[in-house]
T-cell receptor, first 114, second 113 residues
Framework: GENVEQHPSTLSVQEGDSAVIKCTYS??????FPWYKQELGKGPQLIID?????GEKKDQRIAVTLNKTAKHFSLHITETQPEDSAVYFC?????????????FGGGTRLMVKP | KAGVTQTPRYLIKTRGQQVTLSCSPI?????VSWYQQTPGQGLQFLFE???????NKGNFPGRFSGRQFSNSRSEMNVSTLELGDSALYLC????????????FGPGTRLTVL
């Protein structure tokens, strides 16, 4: 089955700096790559997603890049703010027989120091 | 639109009991997926229901089951609870069932004593 690895597991940055989180996946048939942010006591919140026919997508301070050949994708957060502190998860889906099943990475705890 | 709602938010049970969790998807969404989140195993897919049919099932024992009603609301049941079933159970809804965008609820925190 699909295997998703996420790095780093923890990331500490100064407010205003950029943060980058990387994920690699194993199934070349995967074609949907969402990123979720989870705050303490809450469910995961979708922050951005990308599909395999696109190499990059940006939404204000957040961007995702996808390299299908190398089977990895990354989340970029610029101008980080204290409210960006949370756990971030990448996920992968192939959309075929697996329907909506998402395979998640292990998560990255991002800490933004004021 | 209201988001995904899950009830109850917190639950304490003892080993051997059974439990039923409920999920109401976003209005108009026909797919509901369930996930288990634990510190050790992370987020793991349990199953997905679409139009009242189980679409896919993760690698969990038969003690974990679910169903979906005609209004798309879904329930999951865990029988003969074990200590290791303590987790945050999350449901997510989406409009379709083909790598569609999923929106998560707040989860139900289950503690098994």
């Amino acid at each position: 089955g699909e295997n998703v690895e996420q790095h780093p597991s923890t990331l500490s940055v100064q407010e205003g700096d950029s943060a980058v989180i990387k994920c690699t996946y194993s199934d070349s048939a995967s074609n949907y790559f969402p990123w979720y942010k989870q705050e303490l006591g809450k469910g995961p919140q979708l922050i951005i997603d990308i599909r395999s026919n696109v190499g990059e997508k940006k939404d204000q301070r957040i961007a995702v890049t996808l390299n299908k050949t190398a089977k990895h994708f990354s989340l970029h957060i610029t101008e980080t703010q204290p409210e960006d502190s949370a756990v971030y998860f990448c996920a992968v889906s192939d959309g075929g027989n697996a329907g909506n099943m998402l395979t998640f990475g292990g998560g990255t705890r991002l800490m933004v120091k004021p | 639109k209201a988001g995904v709602t899950q009830t109850p938010r917190y639950l304490i049970k003892t080993r051997g009991q059974q439990v039923t969790l409920s999920c109401s998807p976003i209005s108009g969404h026909r797919s509901v997926s369930w996930y288990q989140q634990t510190p050790g195993q992370g987020l793991q897919f349990l199953f997905e229901y679409f139009s009242e049919t189980q679409r896919n099932k993760g690698n969990f024992p038969g003690r974990f089951s679910g169903r979906q009603f005609s209004n798309s609301r879904s329930e999951m049941n865990v029988s003969t609870l074990e200590l290791g079933d303590s987790a945050l159970y999350l449901c997510a809804s989406s409009q379709q069932s083909r790598a569609d965008t999923q929106y998560f609820g707040p989860g139900t925190r289950l503690t098994v004593l």
